[in-house]
């Protein structure tokens, strides 16, 4: 049985132009390229498991609200806990220059091969020109953590 992952993301606006002023005055407008970039929780590759291999997948994507940007690059990685911190284990990335707007991008895998247990999310981040070829980045948006994701049915 394929297991459902739960899309948990920091939103990130990227490609935002941004408007002087503040204060009083009427709610500012949506930025005009502005795209969230979700980081998918890490799991036990049911696609892989099928061909007789174990491996931890996860996956980052990306979706405009406006623009469309010339470019977005989408950076990848699946991390594992390692006492106070975070260990990338395994990363990919992908660059895509048609962005259609309101679409969700093809989703960009993180491979880990074989299953070692501990506590893992997947992290991504995108980057990429605006319309006026300025270039910008997003922070990184993190996953929830699982724990021994191929422990699980």
Known sequence: MRYTVAAVAAIAVLFAECSEGG??????????????????NPHKSSTAERKGQLQIIGKGWFKCSAGPPRDV??????QQKTGAGWNKIANNSQPFTRVVVGRKSDPVPAVVLGCPSGTFRTAAKITGHDDNGTYLESDWS?????????AKK
Do not use: F, H, K, R
């Open 23 to 40: 204060g009083a005055g009427p709610a500012p407008e949506p930025p005009p390229q502005a795209c969230l970039v979700v980081a998918d």
């Open 73 to 78: 690059t989408v950076y990848v990685q699946v």
């Open 142 to 150: 993190y996953s929830a953590t699982e724990v021994d994701p191929c």
